[in-house]
């Protein structure tokens, strides 16, 4: 989304409280101290009700770094005005170098929920899905490039869908230039890949819906985290304790349905492949 500058990424994401600004003249890798409007204060963060005070008023903070500085053991910093959390991080709460890291505490350096999830601000925002026009449109894409009997074209089906998605996000005024950018603009070469990344951004707050897209696609091309057990992102719920004492002879049965594979430490593993996805060499 920040490589397509993606108009719904401003609306779901807040930019970071605290942005990193490069400065080759700093004597160190990181500044000990925070900047409002470029007046340096005297401390590393302020707590998160100050720091939306302040944002709400006009006012930007900043923190400095010397990237000629650094070290083999400092923490590569992202810079960006919206810096979004890998999944899988060893240390989630320190990333992007938060000097106050805790569970319970926000991260400075990384983006927020949109003020819209905290206040409730937007009455015609949606705020439930059963099943979207967006997602009903690239369903209709898909349709198409499979050659099912569906009326229009993959290219049109795809359009609609992003359209209807920055509807839904009121982001329409932005749909005329987003979709000639390069990536976005639709391409035969890699038309499957397209349909289902953007079905997947569209899907957001329908996090099932996406995962199970991803599972039978394998787009878009996500990345296991650093902290996973395995390289590659799970496949499926295991069978819990209470129902394998509930129902041991049918999950016993079930279980051996189950296609084994080099990231399955057990027959019973988030890793084994359903049937729903067996024989098709996806999403890995």
Same mark, same amino acid.
């Given at each position: 989304?920040?490589?397509?500058?993606?108009?719904?990424?401003?609306?779901?994401?807040?930019?970071?409280?605290?942005?990193?600004?490069?400065?080759?003249?700093?004597?160190?890798?990181?500044? =000990? +101290?925070?900047?409002?409007?470029?007046? /340096?204060?005297?401390?590393?963060?302020?707590?998160?009700?100050? *720091? !939306? $005070?302040? &944002?709400?008023?006009?006012?930007?903070?900043?923190?400095?770094?010397?990237?000629?500085?650094?070290?083999?053991?400092?923490?590569?910093?992202?810079?960006?005005?919206?810096?979004?959390?890998?999944?899988?991080?060893?240390?989630?709460?320190?990333?992007?170098?938060?000097?106050?890291?805790?569970?319970?505490?926000?991260?400075?350096?990384?983006?927020?929920?949109?003020?819209?999830?905290?206040?409730?601000?937007?009455?015609?925002?949606?705020?439930?899905?059963?099943?979207?026009?967006?997602?009903?449109?690239?369903?209709?894409?898909?349709?198409?490039?499979?050659?099912?009997?569906?009326?229009?074209?993959?290219?049109?089906?795809?359009?609609?869908?992003?359209?209807?998605?920055?509807?839904?996000?009121?982001?329409? =005024? +932005?749909?005329?230039?987003?979709?000639? /950018?390069?990536?976005?603009?639709?391409?035969?070469?890699?038309? *499957? !890949? $397209?349909? &289902?990344?953007?079905?997947?951004?569209?899907?957001?707050?329908?996090?099932?819906?996406?995962?199970?897209?991803?599972?039978?696609?394998?787009?878009?091309?996500?990345?296991?985290?650093?902290?996973?057990?395995?390289?590659?992102?799970?496949?499926?719920?295991?069978?819990?304790?209470?129902?394998?004492?509930?129902?041991?002879?049918?999950?016993?049965?079930?279980?051996?349905?189950?296609?084994?594979?080099?990231?399955?430490?057990?027959?019973?593993?988030?890793?084994?492949?359903?049937?729903?996805?067996?024989?098709?060499?996806?999403?890995?």
């Amino acid at each position: 989304m920040l490589s397509t500058q993606d108009p719904r990424l401003a609306v779901w994401w807040s930019p970071v409280q605290v942005q990193w600004v490069a400065d080759p003249s700093l004597d160190k890798y990181m500044d =000990d +101290a925070i900047y409002r409007n470029n007046q /340096r204060l005297i401390v590393l963060t302020l707590p998160d009700a100050e *720091l !939306q $005070q302040g &944002i709400a008023a006009g006012d930007k903070f900043t923190r400095r770094f010397n990237p000629n500085r650094k070290g083999a053991n400092d923490p590569e910093l992202n810079a960006n005005l919206y810096v979004g959390l890998p999944a899988g991080l060893v240390s989630p709460d320190s990333h992007n170098g938060n000097p106050d890291p805790g569970q319970d505490k926000p991260n400075q350096h990384v983006s927020l929920m949109s003020h819209l999830y905290r206040t409730h601000s937007d009455p015609d925002l949606m705020k439930s899905r059963i099943i979207s026009s967006a997602e009903v449109s690239f369903i209709l894409a898909e349709a198409a490039l499979k050659g099912w009997s569906v009326n229009g074209s993959a290219e049109s089906h795809y359009l609609d869908g992003i359209r209807n998605s920055l509807i839904t996000w009121k982001q329409e =005024d +932005a749909y005329g230039e987003f979709v000639a /950018r390069d990536g976005i603009a639709f391409n035969s070469a890699n038309a *499957l !890949q $397209q349909i &289902i990344t953007q079905k997947w951004i569209a899907s957001w707050t329908g996090a099932v819906e996406a995962w199970m897209d991803f599972r039978r696609t394998g787009w878009p091309d996500l990345k296991a985290g650093p902290a996973s057990p395995q390289p590659v992102l799970p496949l499926r719920f295991i069978y819990g304790s209470a129902e394998q004492l509930a129902n041991p002879t049918n999950i016993e049965e079930a279980i051996t349905r189950l296609e084994q594979n080099q990231y399955s430490n057990q027959p019973n593993s988030q890793w084994s492949k359903p049937w729903v996805v067996q024989g098709t060499g996806k999403p890995w």
